[in-house]
């Protein structure tokens, strides 16, 4: 019985060696994407310190719907992550120049506006920084709309169900951190409502 006794101790000692370390991987870290590890210090310097306009969070307000731009950032970087990695999966290489040639694409899909070029670059800075975030976070914002937009084009998806079915293998192996909510693969965000800023709207299999 006594050695019966050592062995469980033993066991659960391991066990909770075992954990503390996984604790310990996962300290900083806003989520993971199959693997690869997108740190809170990454999602921390895309907010600007004077937070969001008082005219977004009423306007988000009168819709029922919740300001944090710390949330929609993360979520961004994920979807960057998860259609990179699905194109690497496909053996899909993207050039600097196709992803250019989406730009004012992207943009326009992320905005809701018709706008080109530089003009449409300022528009995104300008609704940016009146949700909290940094103007150096669009070229991110975009270049996730952009991959989407490849992938989408260069696979000849058509649907929402063919595009949920290619990025599958990498959308369900997200884990985030319960501070930023939990993430949903088949939606390709997080379970809360789209904060950053109302303007961005996600547009699956466009």
Same mark, same amino acid.
């Given at each position: 019985m006594r050695r019966r006794r050592i062995l469980v101790t033993a066991v659960a000692a391991t066990l909770a060696v075992a954990g503390?370390?996984?604790?310990?991987?996962?300290?900083? $870290?806003?989520?993971? !994407?199959? /693997?690869?590890?997108? $740190?809170?210090?990454? !999602?921390? /310097?895309?907010?600007?310190?004077?937070?969001?306009?008082?005219n977004v969070v009423a306007a988000a307000k009168q819709q029922g719907h919740h300001v944090s731009p710390r949330s929609q950032i993360l979520m961004f970087l994920i979807r960057e992550r998860v259609f990179q990695q699905t194109l690497d999966r496909y053996r899909i290489s993207v050039t600097e120049g196709e992803l250019a040639g989406q730009h004012d694409r992207a943009g326009s899909l992320l905005v809701g506006a018709n706008l080109t070029g530089s003009a449409l670059d300022r528009r995104i800075d300008e609704l940016l920084s009146q949700s909290g975030v940094r103007t150096s976070f669009r070229p991110l914002l975009l270049r996730s709309e952009e991959l989407e937009l490849l992938l989408v084009e260069k696979r000849k998806i058509t649907t929402q169900a063919e595009l949920t079915k290619a990025v599958t293998p990498v959308a369900s192996k997200v884990s985030v951190s319960s501070r930023y909510g939990s993430w949903d693969p088949s939606a390709l965000k997080l379970n809360e409502e789209p904060v950053l800023p109302s303007f961005v709207s996600p547009q699956p299999g466009a």
């Open positions: 503390l370390a996984a604790c310990r991987t996962n300290v900083g $870290a806003a989520a993971r !994407v199959d /693997g690869h590890r997108i $740190a809170e210090s990454e !999602v921390n /310097g895309y907010l600007l310190p004077a937070g969001v306009a008082p």
